[in-house]
C-alpha cells in the first residue's frame, strides 16, 4: 500500500515547467553540478510549447525537434525529468506541494525556478459576446489537435476565421491548411503587422460569435465601419498573451504591473529569496530561443544562491511609459552587471526615441534607427545602468515616436 | 432503469406497459419530480429535447440557494423556496452536491436603498427569516474590505448560500435513474393525445409514441407551449435574459458573502458571489425578450455588467474572465409560479419557475408528486431511493487531485488532465462511465469541470476531447 500522506522530499534545485526555459536552466544547473536538479513537467511528455510547433524557426530546428534536442540535454547533464507530474501550491517559502499518479509529495528546494510559460487570452476573458458554440479555439489547442493528435477536417471544421494580427496567426492558418480546413479570413486587429496569408481584414474588430451548439459564424466590423458576417464553424482566436502566473501569484511572489508575470532582477531572481522565474511566464511570448536563453541565464544566478551569495535587494524598479508596453527584466541593481532589456512597444514605431530617466535626471536618450512593431522585442543592453542612483526612485523607460 | 439518447422509445403500446407518469423537461425541476416519484413503486419516464439533462435554463443560473428572505408573502413560491432551500440544504449534504453557507448581505448605496432595508426586514421575518441583521458602513466594511467606495449599510441575510448548480440536477437524475426512472433523451415531444376516460395520453416524439396515464409538464420556458398541446392556455412565458461573468479563482478572496443589489425603483442592480469552485460570479442582467433562443450574451451587456461590478468591487476588473454566459429566466407576468392540476386530464403543469427553481426543487418535486395523488394516481408505499455520491466539484472540499489515499488507490487521480481546475483522468473517466453519462464537452465540463479554467482549452483542450471521444466510443 502507497502512502497516504504526502511525502516530504528535498532537492538542491526544483524547475517547475519543461519547457525550453525550464529545460535549459536544468541542463546547465545539472552540469555544474548544483546537485539533485529536478523537473516537474505536468504533460505527458516534456519539450513545451514547441512540441506541437511542427514548423521551423527554433534556431533551425522544427518545434518538435528543439523540444527533443532540450529534453536530451537535460538528461545528459544529469538533470531528473518527471513528467505527468504538478505543482499544485506552496508548502513553505521554497516548498512544493505536488501531484504525481505515485502519490502527493512536498518538495523542498534550496532553489525554485519557475518556468510555466504563457497562454493566449481565451474569448471569454476578450469579453467577445454571442453564444458559446463548439468550434471555438486557440492556437494551443489547435495545434495540440492537429500535431499531437492528428485531427483533421472532419474532426477540426469546414471553415476556419483566424482572429489576430501576431506572427501566431499565420501559425494557426498554416496548421489549419495543413489539418485541411480552408481558411475564410483572417481578422487583424490591427491595422499593420506581419505578413498574414491572406484574405486579411487588417482593423478589424470580432463583433460577436454566432451558433447553437455548434458555431455557424463570426460577425465582424471592418476598418471601414460596415459589419458582415464570415461563415465557419471554427475560430481561433490567437496571440493576446498571458504569463501563466498562477504559480508564482499563489506562492506570493510579486508581480510586475506591466507584464504580469513575476518582478525579476536581471539575475531573473524574484523578490522572494531563492525563487527564480524564466521562459515566458515573464512576459508572455518570446521565440522559443529567446526563452531558451533566459533559462540558461538564470542557472548562473542559481550558482550563486547554491554558493550562499546573500540575496540582493529588490534594486530599482523599472517602469515603463510613453509607448512601451512591457519591458524585463523589471529590475536592476546599478552596481551589478548591466542587463540587456527585452523592449515591448503597444504600436508600431519608427525611428523612435528611447528615453530613459530616474527622478529629475535624464539617464539615456537616442533615437533608435529601427522600426519597431508589437509584435516583436527590440533588444537593449543597459548601458545607462551604472550610472542610474541605488538609492534613487524608480527608473521610467519610455519610447515615443 | 435506463437512459436512452437513440432509438425507437420502449414499446408502451400494451395496456400494462404504459408508464404511470411522464415528465416532459429535464432541468431541475423535472429531475427532482422523477426523483420524487422514484419513491414510489411506478414506472416513471423523464422525457428531455436535448441530449442531456439540464440544458436549459437549469445550465445558466446563479447558482444561489436562497432562503426565500425577499419572496411574496404567502405566495407559493415563498413556500417552497423555503422548503425547498432547507431539503436542499440537507440532500447536499448527503449526497456531495457542494454547499457554501456564506451568507448575503444587501449592500445600500444610496439613502434611499438604506431606507429599504428595514422593509426587507419585515418581509424577511413574514417570509419566516428571522435571522437578518443591520450593518453600519464600518461595520460593513470590516466585513468585505474589498468593497468600493459609498456603500452606506447593509442588511446581513444569513443562511443564503451557494450551491453548485450542475451537480444539482445531475444528482436528482441519477438518483431516478438508478432508483427505476427510464431517462428519455433527444426526445421532445411534439404532441399529445390524450387517452379518452382511462387510456393512456399519447406522446408523439420522432423517436416514436410514448404511452402514459399521467403527465407532468415542467417543460421551463416552454411550459406554454405544452399546454398548448393539451389545450391549455392559462399563461404566457416570456424570457428574461440575465448575462453573466465568472472571474478567475484570484478574485475569490476579494468577497465573503454573497453581495446582493437592494431592489429599487431603478431595478434589481446585479449582485457579485463566489461560486463553489472558487470564481466570481458578477450578474445577471435583467432583459425582457420574445425569443427563447436568445442565450447570446451582448457586448452592451457584459460592458453593464463590468460597469456595475467596478463600482461594488473595483479589484474585481483587474481579474481576468473565466466565462460569459445568459440563461433565461421563465417570467408570466405573475409574481408566483404557475403550478396547476387538471385532474380531468390526468395532467399537471409546473410553469413559471422564475428565478427560484433551483432552490426550490425538492419541494417543487414533492408538491407536484403531491398533485399528483390529488389528482387520482396511486403512489402506493414509500420505498428508499437508491444512493448516491456525486464527485465534488467544490473548492472548499477535498479534491481528488489533493486526496492522497484516493491517489494510492488509483493512480488515475494522481494524473492531473485539465490544470487550471485541477481535474484528473480519474474524474473524466468516471462522468464518461457514470449513470448518466455526458452527451457532449460541454456536459463534460459540467461534470467535472475539465476545460471550465482560465486557459479555456489552450493547454488541455485536445487532451479532454481525446478522452471524450475515446470514452465514448
Ligand atoms: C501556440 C504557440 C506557437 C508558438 N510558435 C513559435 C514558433 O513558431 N517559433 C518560436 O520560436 N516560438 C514559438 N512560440 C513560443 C515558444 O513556444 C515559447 O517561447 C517557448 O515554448 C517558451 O518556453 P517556456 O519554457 O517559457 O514555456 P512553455 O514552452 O510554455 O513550457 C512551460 C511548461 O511548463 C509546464 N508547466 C506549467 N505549469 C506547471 C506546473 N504547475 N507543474 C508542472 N509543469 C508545469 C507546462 O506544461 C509546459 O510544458 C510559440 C508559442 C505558442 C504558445
Ligand atoms: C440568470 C438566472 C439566474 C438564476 N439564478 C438562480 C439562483 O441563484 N437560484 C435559484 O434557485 N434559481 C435561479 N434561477 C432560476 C433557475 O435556474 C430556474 O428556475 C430553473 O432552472 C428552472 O428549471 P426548469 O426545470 O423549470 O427549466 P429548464 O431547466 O429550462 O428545463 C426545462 C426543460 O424542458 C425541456 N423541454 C421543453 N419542452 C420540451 C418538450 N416539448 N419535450 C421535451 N422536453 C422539453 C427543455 O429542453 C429543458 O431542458 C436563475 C435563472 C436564471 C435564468
Redesign the interface.
Not at chain 2, 481576468?320 to 454566459?325: F, G, K, M
Not at chain 2, 482560465?454 to 493547454?459: A, K, M, T, V
Given at each position: 500500500m502507497k502512502s497516504v500522506h504526502p511525502v516530504e522530499r528535498t532537492v538542491d534545485v526544483l524547475v517547475v515547467g519543461g519547457g525550453p526555459a525550464g529545460l535549459a536552466a536544468a541542463a546547465r544547473l545539472a552540469a555544474a553540478g548544483a546537485g539533485r536538479v529536478e523537473v516537474l513537467e505536468r504533460e505527458r511528455a516534456a519539450g513545451g510549447v514547441p512540441r506541437h510547433c511542427a514548423r521551423g524557426g527554433f534556431g533551425g530546428l522544427t518545434g518538435p525537434a528543439f523540444a527533443r534536442r532540450a529534453v536530451r540535454a537535460a538528461v545528459r547533464a544529469g538533470a531528473v525529468l518527471r513528467t505527468g507530474v504538478s505543482a499544485t501550491g506552496w508548502a513553505g517559502p521554497l516548498a512544493l506541494e505536488v501531484t504525481a499518479p505515485t502519490g502527493l509529495e512536498r518538495i523542498t528546494a534550496r532553489a525554485v525556478v519557475l518556468a510555466t510559460g504563457a497562454r493566449e487570452r481565451p474569448r471569454s476573458a476578450r469579453l467577445v459576446p454571442g453564444s458559446r458554440p463548439a468550434g471555438v479555439l486557440s492556437t494551443g489547442e489547435l495545434q495540440q489537435s492537429v500535431e499531437l493528435f492528428g485531427l483533421r477536417r472532419e474532426r477540426i471544421g469546414r471553415r476556419a476565421v483566424v482572429v489576430g494580427s501576431d506572427p501566431i496567426a499565420r501559425h494557426a492558418v498554416r496548421t489549419l491548411r495543413r489539418a485541411g480546413v480552408p481558411v475564410a479570413a483572417v481578422v487583424a486587429d490591427r491595422p499593420y503587422g506581419p505578413r498574414l496569408p491572406g484574405p486579411v481584414l487588417r482593423g478589424a474588430t470580432v463583433l460577436e460569435l454566432v451558433g447553437r451548439g455548434r458555431l455557424s459564424g463570426v460577425l465582424v466590423r471592418g476598418a471601414d465601419g460596415r459589419t458582415g458576417l464570415l461563415r465557419c464553424d471554427t475560430v481561433v482566436f490567437t496571440g493576446d498573451w498571458l504569463p501563466d502566473h498562477e504559480l508564482a501569484r499563489s506562492g506570493g511572489v510579486p508581480l510586475d504591473p506591466a507584464t504580469r508575470g513575476p518582478s525579476v532582477d536581471g539575475g531573473l531572481r524574484t523578490l522572494v529569496p531563492g525563487v527564480f522565474a524564466a521562459g515566458n511566464l515573464l512576459r508572455g511570448v518570446e521565440p522559443g530561443t529567446v526563452a531558451a536563453a533566459e533559462g540558461r541565464a538564470v542557472a548562473d544566478a542559481v550558482l550563486a544562491h547554491l554558493a550562499g551569495a546573500p540575496w540582493p535587494a529588490p534594486g530599482l524598479t523599472l517602469e515603463t511609459a510613453g509607448a512601451l508596453r512591457r519591458l524585463t527584466p523589471g529590475r536592476l541593481h546599478p552596481a551589478g552587471p548591466a542587463p540587456t532589456l527585452l523592449l515591448r512597444p503597444e504600436v508600431r514605431l519608427v525611428r523612435p526615441i528611447l528615453m530613459v530617466r530616474q527622478d529629475a535626471r535624464l539617464l539615456y536618450e537616442r533615437r533608435l534607427p529601427v522600426l519597431l512593431e508589437p509584435h516583436r522585442s527590440l533588444r537593449h543592453p543597459a548601458v545607462w545602468a551604472p550610472d542610474a542612483d541605488a538609492a534613487g526612485g524608480p527608473v521610467v523607460v519610455t519610447l515615443t515616436p | 432503469m435506463s437512459v436512452t439518447r437513440t432509438g425507437a422509445l420502449p414499446d408502451t403500446s400494451a395496456p400494462d406497459d404504459a408508464y404511470d407518469v411522464t415528465v416532459v423537461g429535464a432541468g431541475v425541476v423535472g429531475c427532482a419530480i422523477a426523483r420524487e416519484l422514484a419513491r414510489h413503486s411506478l414506472r416513471v419516464a423523464l422525457m428531455e429535447a436535448n441530449g442531456d439533462i439540464g440544458e436549459g435554463s437549469s445550465k445558466a443560473n446563479t447558482a444561489i440557494l436562497h432562503t426565500g428572505f425577499d419572496a411574496v408573502p404567502g405566495s407559493l413560491e415563498a413556500r417552497l423556496v423555503r422548503e425547498g432551500g432547507q431539503l436542499l440544504a440537507a440532500y447536499a449534504e448527503e449526497t456531495g452536491i457542494p454547499v457554501e453557507p456564506v451568507g448575503a448581505l444587501l449592500v445600500a448605496w444610496d439613502e434611499q436603498q438604506l431606507a429599504t432595508l428595514p422593509r426587507l426586514a419585515d418581509k424577511a421575518v413574514r417570509n419566516g427569516h428571522h435571522g437578518t441583521r443591520p450593518l453600519s458602513a464600518a461595520e460593513l466594511y470590516a466585513r468585505e474590505p474589498h468593497l468600493g467606495p459609498g456603500a452606506l449599510g447593509a442588511l446581513e441575510v444569513p443562511g443564503e448560500s451557494i450551491v453548485c448548480p450542475w451537480t444539482t440536477p445531475l444528482a436528482y437524475a441519477t438518483q431516478a435513474v438508478r432508483s427505476g426512472v427510464d431517462l428519455h433523451l433527444n426526445c421532445p415531444v411534439e404532441k399529445v393525445r390524450p387517452g379518452e376516460g382511462d387510456a393512456p395520453h399519447r406522446l408523439v416524439t420522432r423517436r416514436g409514441v410514448l404511452r402514459t396515464r399521467f403527465l407532468v409538464n415542467a417543460c421551463g420556458l416552454y411550459a406554454d407551449a405544452f399546454d398548448a398541446l393539451l389545450g391549455r392556455e392559462d399563461f404566457t412565458v416570456a424570457p428574461r435574459r440575465g448575462q453573466l461573468l465568472?472571474f478567475d479563482k484570484?478574485a475569490r478572496p476579494l468577497v465573503r458573502h454573497i453581495l446582493l443589489p437592494v431592489p429599487g425603483p431603478l431595478g434589481k442592480g446585479v449582485l457579485v458571489a463566489p461560486t463553489v469552485y472558487g470564481n466570481v460570479l458578477l450578474g445577471p442582467t435583467a432583459e425582457d425578450l420574445t425569443d427563447k433562443?436568445a442565450?447570446?450574451?451582448?457586448?452592451e451587456?457584459?460592458a453593464g455588467l463590468?460597469a456595475q461590478g467596478g463600482r461594488i468591487l473595483p479589484a474585481l476588473l483587474d481579474e481576468?474572465?473565466?466565462?460569459?454566459?445568459a440563461g433565461l429566466r421563465a417570467a408570466t407576468g405573475a409574481e408566483d409560479y404557475r403550478i396547476a392540476a387538471h385532474p380531468e386530464l390526468r395532467y399537471v403543469t409546473v410553469g413559471g419557475i422564475r428565478s427560484t427553481g433551483l432552490t426550490a426543487s425538492l419541494a417543487l418535486g414533492r408538491h407536484t408528486v403531491g398533485l399528483l395523488a390529488d389528482a387520482g394516481l396511486e403512489l402506493g408505499p414509500e420505498r428508499p431511493l437508491a444512493p448516491v455520491r456525486m464527485p465534488n466539484l467544490g473548492e472548499a472540499f477535498p479534491r481528488p487531485?489533493?486526496d492522497?489515499?484516493l491517489?494510492?488507490r488509483d493512480?488515475?487521480y494522481?494524473?492531473?488532465v485539465c490544470?487550471?481546475e485541477?481535474v484528473t483522468l480519474g474524474e473524466i473517466r468516471d462522468a464518461l462511465a457514470s449513470t448518466v453519462p455526458p452527451a457532449?464537452?460541454?456536459g463534460l465540463r459540467r461534470r467535472t469541470r475539465a476545460r471550465a479554467g482560465?486557459?479555456?482549452?489552450?493547454?488541455c483542450?485536445?487532451?479532454v476531447?481525446?478522452l471524450f471521444e475515446e470514452g465514448v466510443r
Open positions: - | 465568472v484570484f433562443t442565450t447570446s450574451s451582448t457586448a451587456g457584459l463590468r481576468e474572465v473565466t466565462a460569459a454566459y487531485y489533493r492522497a489515499g491517489i494510492a493512480p488515475a494522481g494524473t492531473l490544470h487550471c485541477r457532449s464537452l460541454d482560465r486557459c479555456q482549452g489552450f493547454s483542450g485536445a487532451t476531447r481525446a
